[in-house]
């Protein structure tokens, strides 16, 4: 699964595969924040990138700043 690319959005985050922690995880792309992820399963870590990516929207938005766009 590593090298694998989500989309949501218009936002991109990879998967990598911790083999030592046995945790599947990754960070979205093309922007200046962090946002990351990480979840034991695929399905589980996909929904977790687009928690992550509407949660930044949503801080953003509460905060009155623009978020950074790919």
């Given at each position: 699964?590593?090298?694998?690319?989500?989309?949501?959005?218009?936002?991109?985050?990879?998967?990598?595969?911790?083999?030592?922690?046995?945790?599947?995880?990754?960070?979205?792309?093309?922007?200046?924040d962090l946002i990351t992820y990480e979840a034991e399963?695929?399905?589980?870590?996909?929904?977790?990138?687009?928690?992550?990516?509407?949660?930044?929207?949503?801080?953003?938005?509460?905060?009155?700043?623009?978020?950074?766009?790919?």
């Open positions: 699964m590593s090298g694998a690319v989500f989309e949501f959005k218009d936002y991109q985050g990879y998967v990598e595969y911790d083999e030592e922690s046995e945790i599947l995880h990754g960070k979205v792309l093309h922007v200046r399963t695929a399905k589980e870590l996909k929904k977790a990138f687009q928690d992550s990516v509407n949660d930044y929207l949503e801080t953003c938005e509460a905060e009155g700043i623009d978020p950074n766009k790919p």
